[in-house]
């Protein structure tokens, strides 16, 4: 039968935690500042695991950290930035020190990350229950940017999604089949397209075939994004592609406010005598004028 480890939870200021030798976790943790954001939002969830510590044996007064390290950098971060008070006290489970390094060690073993596809579907229950990306962000440590994204995942089919978590489906793919809503196209674009050809490059390729780049596009950058949305033209996003990735859905809306803008454009030069002036859309925008001699 297992014998059970007696232990004693008190509450310890975290001034008085040291890491300890003993924790088996000798690289430094990343995340630290995203871990803080959390605990500064949800609280310390999880408790520290403590035994006091010697010098010469006898007790100094702080004790060692032989589980959560990760946890105590953070803590710090909150007390350094003036988020936590300096004396602030939190909940640690003492050990004797001969449990120490088996605890340490039974902590860091068998860990294992949470799946993206988990935390698209913790995003969405959270705006469900009426939280903004920018009200989510702040709790978890990431950026809004980040929130969005995940959130964006949540409108691929929910047959895909559960391919994505069974990791039958990579991140790159099913980034790009979130370019649409359509459940029903992205399910025959992924069955119907030959496996070796199943990349984000191809996806993005067919669902767009039919609209404009507004990054690489003349016409995009003559009109401006900005002119196209007031008038009412519609824009397939890409949150996974670089800051201001983009598709213009209506390629006539975009030509007619091209039109228009050049034929404002060339209105001052009519007024200089010529007597003709021919505006055309081409790859690029030529302008003829004829002066009539």
């Not at 399910?187 to 050809?197: D, G, V």
């Not at 990735?245 to 404002?264: M, P, T």
Request: charged share 25%.
């Amino acid at each position: 039968m297992m014998e059970t480890i007696e232990t004693t939870l008190i509450r310890i200021p975290v001034k008085n935690l040291v890491i300890s030798p003993l924790n088996v976790r000798k690289k430094q943790g990343t995340g630290i500042e995203e871990l803080a954001a959390l605990i500064a939002s949800q609280g310390l969830i999880h408790n520290l695991v403590v035994t006091p510590q010697l010098k010469k044996n006898k007790q100094t007064g702080k004790h060692e950290v032989v589980a959560g390290g990760r946890r105590l950098a953070a803590l710090n971060l909150l007390i350094a930035d003036g988020r936590l008070p300096k004396d602030h006290e939190v909940d640690c489970r003492v050990v004797e020190h001969k449990e120490a390094l088996e605890i340490s060690l039974a902590e860091n073993s068998g860990r294992e990350h949470m799946h993206p596809a988990d935390l698209v579907m913790a995003y969405r229950n959270l705006t469900d229950a009426g939280l903004s990306p920018d009200e989510i962000a702040p709790r978890f440590g990431v950026s809004p940017l980040t929130v969005r994204r995940y959130l964006k995942l949540a409108n691929v089919s929910p047959t895909l999604l559960q391919l994505y978590a069974e990791d039958s489906m990579n991140f790159d793919q099913i980034a790009a089949l979130a370019l649409t809503e359509d459940h029903e196209l992205q399910e025959r674009l992924w069955h119907n397209t030959p496996e070796w050809q199943r990349n984000g490059a191809t996806f993005r390729r067919l669902i767009t075939e039919t609209e404009i780049n507004m990054r690489t596009s003349p016409l995009a950058k003559f009109v401006g994004v900005e002119a196209y949305e007031a008038a009412g033209g519609l824009i397939r996003r890409d949150l996974f592609g670089d800051e201001g990735d983009g598709f213009i859905q209506d390629a006539n809306l975009l030509e007619s406010l091209a039109l228009e803008k050049l034929n404002q454009a060339v209105e001052p030069i009519k007024e200089e005598g010529y007597a003709w002036v021919q505006v055309e859309l081409n790859s690029i925008i030529p302008i003829w004028l004829n002066s009539g001699v």
